[in-house]
C-alpha cells in the first residue's frame, strides 16, 4: 500500500488508531442497542461528513490553533485533536507522545536531559515524550512541520505556534462556531491509550472531565471519540453519550489486543462478524482507505472490499482517512506528475470513494473535500 516514505525534494508545491477478550465480550453485548441508535441518528443530523485532520495540516503545521482554525474557515464540520496527556495530567494535541519531530524540542538544551527511549506500542522508540514534561514546560516550546521534505510551504510556519490543550481546542471550536453561524464539531482520538495507562497515566478520564465541564457529555453534542484500540472505547461507551468511532488498519491488530493476548486482528474486526461486535459499542468505524480500495501492486487503486455495505449492514457509519493532495498520498492513477509533493487530483480520489457510499472523511485538505462536496449537490 501507499504510504508516506520520506523523500529529498527542494522545490515543493502546496496542496490549494485493558480489558481481557471475555470482559469484552460481556461489555459490547450489554451495550450495544445505544451505540446503534446514536450513529442511526447522528447519519441523521449531517449527511456528509468533512473532518479537518489534525485540523488544516496540509497548509499549517498539524495540531495547532492555527491549523484548526483554518480547516473550520474552509468548512470542516469537524476539527481533529489527537489526545495526549502531560505530566501533570493535561490533555494536549499531538500526533504522538513523542514530539521530536513535530516541536523545536532539540533546540532546548534545558531539555536535553529529558531525551529517553521508551518502548511504544512494543516498538523501542528515542525522543521526548509528552508525559515528561508539565504543561508549563510544554508551553515553552513551538510546533514545526512534520514531514517537511513533503510540505515544504509548511516550514514558513515553523516556530510560530505553541501546542494547544485539549480545552483551548473546544474553546476555539465554540468560538468559531458562534463566529461562523454553524457547528464546528471536535472529533479527539485516544493516542496509545494502553501505552498511558502503562506510563499511570490513563487519558479517559481527563477526557470524560473535559467534555463533562464543557457541556459536551450528550447525544446532541458535536462530537465524535476515536480510538484504534476497542477496550477503552467499551469502557467510555459506559460513560459518554456521544458516538464512538472504532478505528481500524489495513494491518496488525489493536495494541490493547496483543497486551492481552487476543489474537483478533484489524482484519478481524472489519469482518461482517467483527462488525456486528463493534456496533454494540461504536456507532461509527473508521477504516484506512486502503481497507475500501485496496492498492494494487502499481500503486494504483484496486477492487473495491464490501467493507463500507457490510458497516452500514450492522448499523455504523464509514468515515475512512486520510484524504491528502500531495501525489505521495494519492493512488498513481492520480498523480498529476512525479514529484512526491506537487498536488495531484485529490478530487478525483475523493469521488471514488464517494460513490461507494461513504458517510464522510478525514482529510488534510479541507478545501478541496468541500469543493468537491459542492460539486455533487
Known amino acids: 500500500m501507499k504510504r508516506f516514505v520520506p523523500v529529498a525534494v527542494s522545490a515543493l508545491a502546496v496542496g490549494t488508531a485493558l480489558l481481557a477478550p471475555q470482559a469484552v465480550q460481556q461489555a459490547t453485548q450489554q451495550n450495544g442497542d445505544q451505540a446503534q441508535v446514536a450513529g442511526s441518528a447522528y447519519h441523521h443530523r449531517d449527511e456528509f461528513v468533512i473532518v479537518g485532520h489534525r485540523g488544516a495540516s496540509g497548509y499549517r503545521p498539524e495540531h495547532t490553533l492555527a491549523s484548526y482554525e483554518l480547516a473550520a474557515r474552509m468548512g470542516a464540520d469537524y476539527i481533529e485533536p489527537d ?33 529517553k527511549t521508551k518502548v511504544l506500542d512494543g516498538t523501542s522508540l528515542t525522543g521526548w515524550f509528552t ?39 473546544i474553546d476555539l471550536s465554540k468560538r468559531l462556531s458562534k463566529e461562523l453561524g454553524r457547528p464546528v464539531g471536535i472529533y479527539p482520538e485516544t493516542k496509545h491509550p494502553t501505552y498511558f495507562q502503562q506510563q499511570g497515566l490513563a487519558l479517559e478520564p481527563e477526557l470524560v472531565k473535559t467534555l463533562n465541564r464543557n457541556g459536551l457529555n450528550r447525544p446532541d453534542a458535536k462530537v465524535f471519540v476515536q480510538s484504534f484500540e476497542v477496550s477503552n472505547l467499551i469502557a467510555l461507551h459506559k460513560q459518554l453519550r456521544v458516538p464512538l468511532v472504532q478505528l481500524t488498519d489495513a494491518v496488525g491488530q489493536p495494541y490493547d489486543f496483543t497486551v492481552a493476548g487476543d489474537k483478533r486482528t484489524y482484519a478481524d474486526i472489519t469482518s461482517p462478524n467483527g462488525l456486528k461486535d463493534v456496533a454494540k459499542y461504536a456507532a461509527g468505524l473508521g477504516p ?83 469543493a468537491q462536496e459542492k460539486e455533487t449537490k
Open 83 to 115: 489526545l495526549v496527556t502531560t505530566k501533570d495530567r493535561v490533555l494536549v494535541a499531538r500526533h504522538e507522545p513523542e514530539i521530536g519531530g513535530t516541536t523545536d524540542v532539540a533546540q532546548h538544551p534545558e531539555f536535553a536531559n529529558r531525551k
Open 131 to 169: 508525559e515528561d514534561f508539565t504543561l508549563k514546560e510544554l508551553k515553552t516550546l513551538r510546533a514545526v512541520e512534520r514531514i517537511p521534505a513533503i510540505r515544504q510551504h509548511n516550514t514558513v510556519f515553523n516556530g510560530r505556534y505553541q501546542i494547544p490543550t485539549f480545552q483551548e481546542v
Open 288 to 370: 484506512y482507505k486502503a481497507q475500501i480500495i485496496p492498492f494494487t501492486a502499481d500503486g494504483k487503486q484496486g477492487k473495491p472490499t464490501t467493507l463500507v455495505a457490510d458497516a452500514h449492514r450492522a448499523g455504523l457509519v464509514v468515515h475512512p482517512y486520510t484524504f491528502r493532495v500531495e501525489n505521495n498520498f494519492l493512488p498513481n492513477e492520480f498523480d498529476s506528475d512525479a514529484v512526491p509533493s506537487d498536488s495531484g487530483n485529490l478530487f478525483g480520489e475523493i469521488a471514488t470513494y464517494r460513490k461507494l457510499g461513504i458517510d464522510g472523511l478525514f482529510t488534510d485538505n479541507t478545501d478541496v473535500a468541500v
